[in-house]
């Protein structure tokens, strides 16, 4: 079950942002952070420690790099720093990151 | 040459007051600031809301002036703009949109505020636990109000969001407080010198008549907290108050311990710190002017010691008086008249901190933590395997980092630096400030790579 | 010479200092170490965590003979380490490479390489790699690298817990350890032995003393009648954020640490005793790490650090007895992770000057006076 968002949220702003969650669309606001859209979305889990336990995002303010999501294929983005953009597409992260492969790779 | 007579670094109260200062003064300036818009977090996005959440309250929509005197000539604004490097050469070293570039000035005021003390505890770093001020940025910046919260901690910050949250009709479902009347009364003795302050008293004590008329269930003189998950994502938050257990399931529990100056920048640049007992903090060394012993280097507002904003705008513009009079564009004289009223304004509103500072002090649990509470959040290292370090020889910040990795995650240390110096002041070890260095925030390879080219075609 | 049931202070708890403790516990000696101040210039918690083979001694037999054991007895050397603390050191000796851009650059190492190889044998191998032929090895490798070396025998370790693991053994074997032991004066003490005085004023006095300050060593072993001088060489380096990814390669200056931050670094600077992070050179470590694998570019840097190499005049270790004051040595070298394994076993055979001692005649410090007067 996922748990719901433990904010409300404002009736006071206009516009709508349309972006994908695990590839499931998610809306936010415009202006809201990455981070703010989470939170606002669901009050579950957006990452994992690096020992692999459940976080959400924290400090708000760019400090504690609890809210690290994927964003466009850029892991360990800081999604408190990020402002939400139509189109985004959000991957919540699970474990360490990876690295680009190269072509040679595939 | 340089690209810059200064660079700022911070857009909230000491930094725009510092702006608007040094550009009437006929500085040309740089003002970085990481977040997306000007105000740092006591006025953030004051600029864009307008009127729209009246809640938030008067003091906060005192703000909006700072954000409105940014648009003069001289200042060059950069949002989104992360520093990660201050040389001792006055070269600083940002990143925007993955591009990192160096800008050189005469002078560097670095202007970069608080962060709000850690407060580990068992739990506190579950989903559904985040400090109270995170708490509030999202209700400045987003429009989020917290549901069904339960506020616990220290600090008149609490109250104020405890205040905001019934204006905006989402009530706090309970108030926790660690403060003690004991503690009230230790710090009464600050008062004759706190009259001067009687006004920010009143608001402070309005405050808690609001809180109570609201009917918010009220704890005081609780320890022992401890947080835990209920199978529907909710918190369990027990605690220990009047020699009774108690137990509160809500979404969201939020926590405070007031603020401290964010030091990583300053350390990092090399500025000589102390140890500020009376706010449990570490502290850059500052002249009245806010110079350091770093050449060219001013540090004003919270992070040179936690004054509040009223007190960050007057230490930002006594700054920039010094950096114009050491640019030639203010005689000493002429510095030394401007100044006075906003020194006597820096004092007014210091006149109130001796008293917080001695009635709400952080608890020694929060402090110097024992047992599994996680310490390190970043490397999930607990106070346990902190003192395990100590017994094994670890003398000081630095060895219990490299034992432990406490401090090497991508928050460098800030949320764990002041615990781990509780634990070691705690076990005996006297206190030294642990180093900083760059990249202060993390840096791409690539974009970190690409300046080598930059530099070799520069120079 | 008293060799037995006597009582040995160790001068420096960092790798080199601790090792020959560990060694001298083993064989029952009573065994006090001096750490310093957490504040100390302190290589064992800068460096690179190399157990690197390839390249060392080209231009010195007896250092490429004795790197060659070191590398021989790391294998056993981790499997105590864990047996006697818990802690696993993450020793991967799969071999490993130096990367090279100029092929001026790498003719010459593949040079120093043979020199390498006539000393060892059939005790050393090396392959040199061309660009393309690296490139179907490892896919990720980048165009501007005109080839390789390539040592089997290279390896790595997770520095900073060979140096908790070296701390426990030696407190779980006995060993007195004393931190803020800062020694400012060493002298012979009447009725035999030395006596030490601290900074604070306060003495302790012992049978034997080695000297393993690292950079602290240089005014100690003057007052111990040594005339060897240290000098720093500052390395920078930079660590990545964590990856789940696994570098498909250990180079001597890109390695994956076993947490998942990829390390960079191989600098040397005469800096004196700054140990900053300088902008040019973070730039650069960054640069080259792109053009070796270009993957890497977005890859975040968390921290970068300058850390001090403990040079001897001519870079290879020194293992020197006092000749004025019997029964005071000194031990220095920059490859303190590297040589571990020996510090905590033959060496102990040469303080306690054992019948099947090694000779370590090479490395006396009366090398230097000869090359001064040449």
Redesign the interface.
Known sequence: MKPASRFLTRPDQVGVVHMTLDGEALTARPGDTVAAALLAHSGAASRQSVNGSSRTAFCMMGVCFDCLIEVDGQPNTQGCMTLVRDGMALRRQRGLRDIARSDADA | MRDADLIIIGAGPAGMAAAATAAEGGAQLLLLD???RAGG?IYR?VG?NGD??PFLGKDYAAGRPLVGALDAPGITAEF?A?VW?I?TGR?V?WSRDGISQ?TTAHHVLLAGGA??RPVPFPGW????V??A???Q??MK???????D?VLAGSGPLLYLIAAQLID?G?PPRALVETQTAGMMLGASRHLPRTLRAAPTLFKGLALIRKIRAAGVARHTGASGFKAVATE???IEFGFTAKGRAHRLVT??LLTHQGVVP?THMSRAAGVAHDWCEAQQSFRPKTDTWGGTDAPGLHIAGDGAGIGGAEAAQAAGRLAALDILHRLDLLGEEARDQKAAADRAALDRALAIRPFLDAAYPPPREFLAPEGDTIVC????ITATDIRR?LD????????VK??T?AG?????G??CDLTVRGILAACGTPP?TPRA???I??????E??A???Y?ETST | MPAQASDTTIIGGGVVGLCTALGLLQAGRRVTVLDGADGDLRASQGNFGLVWLQGKGAGFAPYAELTRDAVAAWPNFAAMLQDVTGTGLSLDQSGGFEFFTDPVELADFAADLERQQAYLGNRFSHEIIDGDKLRRMHPQIGPAVVGATFCAHDGHVNPLRLLRALRRAVLALGGDLKTDAHVTAVAEAPGGGFDLTFRDGTRHGTDRVVLCAGLGTSSLAAQLGFSTRVYPQRGELLITEKLGYRLPFLSSTIRQVDEGGIQIGGTKADAGPDDSETLDVMAGLARQAVSVMPALADVRVVRAWGALRVMSPDGYPVYARSARHPGAYLVTCHSGVTLAPLHASVLTDWLDENSNAPDLEAFDETRFAISDAA
């Open positions: 990481e977040q997306p977090q996005d864009v729209t959440r989104g992360t490097r040389e070269r070293v160096v962060q709000e770093t579950l989903p559904g985040m400090p001020g995170a708490a940025i999202l910046s987003a429009g989020l109000l917290p549901r919260a905006a989402a529907n994502g909710d979404p969201l964010a959040r970043c490397e999930e370090s094994e020889g670890a003398n000081g910040p630095r060895q490299t034992a990795r090497m995650g991508p928050c460098q800030r949320m030294s260095r760059s990249p925030k993390p840096v791409k390879l690539g970190l790579a300046l080598a080219s530099q």
